[in-house]
């Protein structure tokens, strides 16, 4: 039995943590675990009520995170993410889970959703254990691309130009409409966001038609994209495939040897732009929705904490 102590993270310092502990799933695998460290970064573009809830982590005794639990709100529902190193026992896994949903439910969350790799089994197990429901329609898939593999870059249409963050940096920032007037405040407070990897494509009268955000983690050498975005009347003119590209180039040239883009199974043209400029499917997720635990029915933690 494990005898990590526990220990609890707020705003700024869990994302410090977070950030650790996903880098240490990466290094362990190259594609166990749901998420990357820019994964969590790109969260914390919007302000949120779960900012202030402190964040549940487990540490070694040396001070290294080694599992946590992230909870997660979002505009429709409440996420718990159990985040495991690749090689963490059933019993292990099971204990996570138990102490994690007894903290969201100390944290006033009565019901919470998450993603699960539909081939982790153990870790599925543990919720539908504790009352949570499968719902099969809500998959993600999840790809990975050598970065040697890139395809050549495409052509631009004609009255469209490609632009990093940093070379238009007096405008407003072009995920404000989405994401709310502190995105790039917040981007700039995370440790991978870097505006010569954040690029734009704007037309004739300056109008942003499209974008995408590359994040490049130096320690695990992987890139992520994540979002990506063509406006409604810019459709069909090629602009994701020319962004996309672009950005992979600059991925590779900023050192990823790895990249990883996700997409909902029911989005037919995410499925065909991605795997037509080379990303390959690794896994699929499935949604599970349940509800907390009474935190008083729940086994007390594993130490004091770091």
Same mark, same amino acid.
């Given at each position: ?52 809830? /402190? ?30 190193? *690749? ?63 890139? *395809? ?18 007096? #405008? *407003? ?121 009474? /935190?008083?029915?729940? *086994?007390?933690? #594993?130490?004091?904490?770091?």
């Amino acid at each position: 039995m494990r005898v990590d102590s526990e220990g609890l993270r707020t705003g700024r310092a869990y994302l410090d943590d977070v950030t650790t502990l996903l880098r240490l799933v990466r290094r362990a695998h190259p594609t166990k675990g749901l998420f990357e460290a820019a994964d969590l970064q790109w969260w914390w573009r919007a302000p949120r009520p779960t900012d202030e809830i /402190p964040q549940l982590f487990w540490f070694d005794e040396d001070g290294r995170p080694t599992a946590a639990v992230i909870v997660t709100a979002w505009r429709d529902r409440t996420a718990l993410d159990p985040i495991l190193l *690749p090689d963490a026992t059933a019993e292990w896994t099971d204990q996570v889970v138990e102490r994690g949903l007894a903290h969201a439910g100390a944290s006033g969350f009565g019901t919470v959703q998450l993603e699960a790799d539909r081939s982790d089994e153990t870790l599925i197990a543990a919720f539908v254990e504790r009352g949570f429901s499968i719902d099969e329609n809500e998959q993600m898939v999840e790809t990975w691309m050598d970065a040697d593999s890139r *395809p050549a870059v495409s052509p631009l249409a004609d009255g469209y130009r490609l632009f990093t963050r940093l070379e238009r940096a007096g #405008c *407003p920032h072009h995920m404000v409409s989405r994401n709310g007037p502190d995105t790039e405040r917040r981007l700039n407070e995370t440790s991978l966001y870097r505006p010569d990897l954040d690029l734009v494509v704007v037309d004739r009268n300056d109008d942003d038609a499209a974008y995408a955000l590359f994040w490049m983690d130096p320690a695990t050498a992987t890139g992520l994209v994540e979002p990506m975005r063509t406006e409604d009347a810019h459709q069909r003119q090629g602009l994701a495939r020319h962004v996309l590209i672009q950005g992979l180039e600059r991925l590779a040239a900023a050192g990823a040897k790895r990249i990883k883009i996700c997409f909902e199974a029911a989005n037919p043209a995410s499925k065909h732009l991605y795997l037509s400029v080379g990303f390959r499917p690794v896994k699929e997720t499935v949604t599970l929705s349940g509800p907390t635990l009474d /935190p008083a029915s729940s *086994p007390g933690g #594993c130490g004091p904490g770091r």
